[in-house]
Structures are given as C-alpha cells and as structure tokens.
C-alpha cells in the first residue's frame, strides 16, 4: 500500500523566515496533492504535480516534485502568520490521475509562525 | 473550482443513536464520492468509494456495517453512522471526483468537513 512519508511533523519558524516541508512517498506518484488545513476545518487546496521535476508556485509557496517522482517539497519564503496551520500531502497512486482511487495522506506538518 | 457541500457541519448525539451526513456535489455531476475521517491531531484516512447506482468500496478495518454509504443521485453521497459510540467521534471529509474538459481531466475537491461529537 502506498505509504507517505512526511517531515517535519511539526515546525516552528520566527515570522519572515523561509521554511521547507518535505514528502516522501514508498511509490511513484502519479499526483502529489499539497493542502492546507486548521484543524476541524476542511482543507484549502495549494497545488497540484504530476510531472517529475514539474514545479508550481503561488505568491510565496513554492511546490517541487523530484524527477523520480516520489519526493516532493513545499517551500514558504518569508514567512508571514497567515502561513501557520496543518500542511497535508495526498498522493494520488492511481494511473488514472486526478484521486480518482482517492488519496493517501501524510501525517501532516503543523507549522507555528512567531512574531 | 467546483463545490462540494456537507451537511450538518457539525452534529452532537447520544451513544447508540445514528447520524447520517451528507455530501453534495453543487454544481458539477460526481458519480464518485470518497469518505475520509479524521482523528485528532492526525492526518485524513480514507474510509470509502461511494459509486452512484452501486455498493460502496472500503477500506480495510472500516466496517461496512457501522458505515453506511448510499449513493442515490450523481450529486449526493450520504454516510450513515450507525448506532454511533464515543470512539466514533470524529471530523469526517467528504470529496466528489469531477471529470471534464477537453482531456477528461479528473480532479478530486473536498467538502468542509462535519465534526460528529458522540456523547
């Protein structure tokens, strides 16, 4: 079964600071899925990558999937505490794409931002 | 992107009583519906494959009996907790698989969550 690695389980980073989150799958990915929760709440989607060395940014996140396809990182430049939360990857293994055989996720990275 | 809507969000009862939640697709036509529950402090397991017009595939150490999944239309999934215990408390994801465009893309959105509180 697929098994996803994710690291650190928890971070604590002064505001303004560059922080990186890792994900490291047992299996090649056909879809890495990175999203953002406060827990008790639903999740609010970042990104999506699905080509090996494929790499998407949105304001100050940055998400890169490795050419192998089983490792990918999510990158927070300059820190702000609007980045602070639960910060989940969801492999999709499946060849059809898209979680269409649903998703598996990592533990999750509770990311703590200091003023 | 498309919505996906849960209902109720959040919902308290007694110790063997039975909670159904639903999940609605509201503006796109989803015939596959996935079940996700949550445990504190820990990530999203999923639970279930809820097809529309047939049985709902589980995952393995999900009982199929205490969770009850009906798929009745293209655009709602309902689970049913039934006979639901303090251990059974939990924050429960739904998400609806959307397929389209000129590729038949497929992607996956998600629900807000229902947090089941059993007393």
């Known amino acids: 079964s697929q098994e996803l690695e994710q690291s650190p389980q928890s971070l604590i980073v002064q505001e303004g600071k560059n922080l990186t989150i890792n994900c490291t799958s047992s299996k090649t990915l056909y879809g890495l899925y990175w999203y953002k929760q406060k827990y008790g709440e639903g999740l609010i989607f970042l990104m999506m990558l699905q080509k090996g060395g494929e790499e998407k940014s949105h304001e100050k996140i940055t998400a890169k999937l490795d050419e192998k396809k089983q490792q990918s990182s999510l990158h927070i430049t300059a820190s702000q505490p609007s980045h602070a939360g639960i910060y989940l990857c969801g492999a999709d293994t499946g060849r059809a794409g898209g979680g269409a055989d649903g998703l598996t996720f990592g533990k999750g990275t509770h990311l703590i931002i200091q003023p | 992107g498309a919505v996906v809507s849960q209902h109720p969000s959040w919902v308290i009862c007694k110790s063997g009583t039975s909670v159904k939640i639903e999940c609605r697709s509201l503006d796109f036509q989803a015939t596959t519906m996935f079940w996700y529950r949550q445990f504190p402090k820990q990530s999203l397991m999923l639970m279930a494959t809820?097809?529309?017009?047939?049985?709902?595939?589980?995952e393995q150490g999900v009982e199929k009996d205490k969770f009850l999944i009906n798929h009745a239309s293209l655009t709602l999934s309902t689970l049913t907790v039934t006979s639901a215990h303090p251990e059974d408390s939990s924050f429960y994801i739904c998400?609806?698989?959307?397929?389209?465009?000129?590729?038949?893309?497929?992607?996956?959105?998600f629900g807000p969550g229902t947090r089941l509180t059993v007393l």
């Open positions: 809820s097809n529309e017009g047939s049985k709902a595939t589980y």
């Open positions: 998400s609806a698989l959307w397929t389209g465009g000129f590729v038949e893309q497929v992607e996956q959105f």
